[in-house]
């Protein structure tokens, strides 16, 4: 995939999220990761990127094609691609089998029974077939993020863009979410997404992005940014965050 | 005491019944308490004398206004149940004179009394309009006041559920209305199950001021029949029984439904 930025800024009435945000990947990326310090910018790109909103200023680019902010375009790139929040959002008053059937049938068009068949293939792909007729509360951190990966996963997206998948889950439902992400990456899925996993960044990336004050501040292949942090301000970070 | 009541509280999802002592100790002594005053007050009522042989012959008439009360009751709340739909719909436009407007009708409606709005809606608009019928007329008036109460339910019903759960729903690709219609509502629906079932029920109990257009509904009956009997206690206590016979059915079936939209979130 070729994702690209130009001049992007993002404001919330007078906080400036993004500034300045400028970069291109290269053509044959696979997996953009995006790593910086919280409240960097890191949440507000992925919602940029993935349409959930629009830049105050400047243009988003998915294969060269100018991402157009309007309700239309927007909707129907959302509807091609998946998007996974840091805090799973799953509907609470559906099953898990619900949340997956409800885009196949209402934004895809599938007929129920053939929503069903996708759904429950989906929560066997990600090991939750003896969930299926549970509903979120009675699920775990890891289970529910697992669930709505089956959901965002269910149309076959063409990219995948996942915000901080494993922030909110405890060190064991993280490995799980892992592993299931790890897969994804093996079996070829186009990713962008945001992590402080340094270790998975480091292993799944192809491209990282280093955010830091609504900027981008860095962007390499892994070796570049892990091994030879091009800024002082990544080097800080990293020893920060390695530190324990 | 702190300690106890989080961990009733964190007992409380599991199911598993390990009550603390204390709550056990306040929950005993709550059900003795309103035990007593059940007791005592139908002691106090059977000791009463009563006699019933005045206000008898006037049944018949008290019966037929309890019809019209039911009748009045459910034409109300049908009519109540759109309007209120209709202004909620309203209060959440994009347009903003649509929310003012519909902000002036909630505001006046329920800052004045009932009363003065069926006398008003009575004597003065249905008057100039050419409208004749009492029944109508008061059935309307009873919606329009119980629509605006059940608006701000909905619309506070609505709004109380989270903005990831909009996020989420763009997020996947669902329309505005496909939001509404697939996440919003049917999880606010539990939430305003038990204030909109009070609602009805208040709604029932105000058709009782019909009265004052001479709505021959169950509370002028019998007062009718009070007047005409000398009785009093006598006629008091079937019309409350024949308001419950109607509230508490709504009451039970509000539960019900809170029962069959039951989730854990």
């Given at each position: 995939m070729k994702v690209s930025a130009q001049h992007v800024d993002k404001l919330y009435g007078e906080s400036i999220a993004l500034r300045g945000v400028d970069f291109a990947t290269a053509d044959d990326t696979q997996v953009l990761v995006l790593i910086g310090?919280?409240?960097?910018?890191k949440s507000t790109l992925l919602r940029l990127l993935g349409g959930l909103e629009s830049p105050t200023r400047g243009d988003i680019f998915h294969e060269s094609t100018l991402l157009v902010q309007q309700t239309d375009p927007l909707r129907s790139f959302r509807r091609k691609n998946g998007f996974l929040f840091q805090a799973f959002n799953l509907f609470p008053h559906l099953t898990a089998l619900q949340n997956i059937m409800l885009p196949i049938i209402?934004?895809?068009?599938?007929?129920a029974a053939a929503a069903k068949e996708v759904a429950l293939s989906g929560l066997e792909r990600f090991q939750l077939a003896d969930h299926a007729e549970k509903r979120p509360a009675e699920l775990s951190g890891g289970q529910q993020q697992r669930v709505a990966l089956a959901r965002s996963m269910a149309h076959d997206p063409d990219l995948l863009i996942l915000d901080e998948?494993?922030?909110?889950?405890d060190p064991e439902m993280k490995a799980e979410v892992l592993d299931v992400i790890e897969e994804l990456v093996e079996a070829g899925q186009k990713i962008i997404f945001s992590t402080h996993e340094m270790g998975f960044a480091k292993a799944a990336a192809d491209e990282v992005l280093f955010l830091a004050e609504g900027s981008v501040i860095a962007q390499g292949n892994p070796t570049e940014i892990?091994?030879?942090?091009?800024d002082e301000r990544v080097g800080a970070f990293f020893s920060r965050v390695m530190k324990w | 005491m702190s300690a106890d009541s989080a961990a009733v509280e964190v007992s409380a999802p599991t199911k598993s019944?390990?009550?603390?002592t204390s709550a056990l100790v306040i929950g005993i002594g709550i059900g003795l308490l309103i035990f007593a005053f059940f007791v005592s007050m139908i002691w106090v009522v059977a000791s009463h004398n009563f006699n019933f042989d005045a206000i008898r012959p006037y049944f018949d008439n008290m019966a037929k206004g309890w019809g019209m009360t039911l009748l009045i009751s459910f034409l109300a709340l049908g009519i109540s149940l759109g309007l209120g739909i209709f202004l909620t719909a309203a209060q959440l436009s994009p347009v903003a004179p649509t929310r003012w407007l519909t902000r002036i009708y909630i505001e006046l409606i329920r800052g004045t009394p009932l009363i003065t709005q069926i006398v008003i809606g009575y004597y003065l608009l249905a008057n100039e309009m050419g409208i004749e019928s009492k029944f109508w007329v008061g059935i309307v008036i009873l919606s329009a006041f119980t629509a605006a109460y059940l608006s701000e339910i909905f619309r506070a019903g609505i709004e109380s559920i989270g903005k990831t759960q909009w996020e989420s729903g763009r997020a996947i690709g669902l329309t505005t209305s496909q939001i509404y219609r697939l996440v919003i509502i049917p999880q606010a629906i539990r939430r305003v199950l038990p204030a909109s079932a009070g609602l009805f029920a208040d709604l029932v109990k105000n058709s009782s001021l019909l009265y004052i257009i001479a709505v021959h509904e169950f509370f002028m009956q019998t007062r009718e029949a009070i007047a005409n009997s000398y009785a009093s206690i006598e006629g008091l206590i079937p019309l409350a029984i024949g308001y419950l016979a109607i509230t508490l059915p709504i009451s039970l079936f509000s539960r019900k439904m809170e029962a069959r939209f039951k989730y854990e979130s």
């Amino acid at each position: 995939m070729k994702v690209s930025a130009q001049h992007v800024d993002k404001l919330y009435g007078e906080s400036i999220a993004l500034r300045g945000v400028d970069f291109a990947t290269a053509d044959d990326t696979q997996v953009l990761v995006l790593i910086g310090p919280s409240g960097g910018g890191k949440s507000t790109l992925l919602r940029l990127l993935g349409g959930l909103e629009s830049p105050t200023r400047g243009d988003i680019f998915h294969e060269s094609t100018l991402l157009v902010q309007q309700t239309d375009p927007l909707r129907s790139f959302r509807r091609k691609n998946g998007f996974l929040f840091q805090a799973f959002n799953l509907f609470p008053h559906l099953t898990a089998l619900q949340n997956i059937m409800l885009p196949i049938i209402h934004v895809h068009g599938q007929e129920a029974a053939a929503a069903k068949e996708v759904a429950l293939s989906g929560l066997e792909r990600f090991q939750l077939a003896d969930h299926a007729e549970k509903r979120p509360a009675e699920l775990s951190g890891g289970q529910q993020q697992r669930v709505a990966l089956a959901r965002s996963m269910a149309h076959d997206p063409d990219l995948l863009i996942l915000d901080e998948p494993t922030s909110a889950l405890d060190p064991e439902m993280k490995a799980e979410v892992l592993d299931v992400i790890e897969e994804l990456v093996e079996a070829g899925q186009k990713i962008i997404f945001s992590t402080h996993e340094m270790g998975f960044a480091k292993a799944a990336a192809d491209e990282v992005l280093f955010l830091a004050e609504g900027s981008v501040i860095a962007q390499g292949n892994p070796t570049e940014i892990f091994d030879n942090p091009p800024d002082e301000r990544v080097g800080a970070f990293f020893s920060r965050v390695m530190k324990w | 005491m702190s300690a106890d009541s989080a961990a009733v509280e964190v007992s409380a999802p599991t199911k598993s019944h390990s009550i603390s002592t204390s709550a056990l100790v306040i929950g005993i002594g709550i059900g003795l308490l309103i035990f007593a005053f059940f007791v005592s007050m139908i002691w106090v009522v059977a000791s009463h004398n009563f006699n019933f042989d005045a206000i008898r012959p006037y049944f018949d008439n008290m019966a037929k206004g309890w019809g019209m009360t039911l009748l009045i009751s459910f034409l109300a709340l049908g009519i109540s149940l759109g309007l209120g739909i209709f202004l909620t719909a309203a209060q959440l436009s994009p347009v903003a004179p649509t929310r003012w407007l519909t902000r002036i009708y909630i505001e006046l409606i329920r800052g004045t009394p009932l009363i003065t709005q069926i006398v008003i809606g009575y004597y003065l608009l249905a008057n100039e309009m050419g409208i004749e019928s009492k029944f109508w007329v008061g059935i309307v008036i009873l919606s329009a006041f119980t629509a605006a109460y059940l608006s701000e339910i909905f619309r506070a019903g609505i709004e109380s559920i989270g903005k990831t759960q909009w996020e989420s729903g763009r997020a996947i690709g669902l329309t505005t209305s496909q939001i509404y219609r697939l996440v919003i509502i049917p999880q606010a629906i539990r939430r305003v199950l038990p204030a909109s079932a009070g609602l009805f029920a208040d709604l029932v109990k105000n058709s009782s001021l019909l009265y004052i257009i001479a709505v021959h509904e169950f509370f002028m009956q019998t007062r009718e029949a009070i007047a005409n009997s000398y009785a009093s206690i006598e006629g008091l206590i079937p019309l409350a029984i024949g308001y419950l016979a109607i509230t508490l059915p709504i009451s039970l079936f509000s539960r019900k439904m809170e029962a069959r939209f039951k989730y854990e979130s």
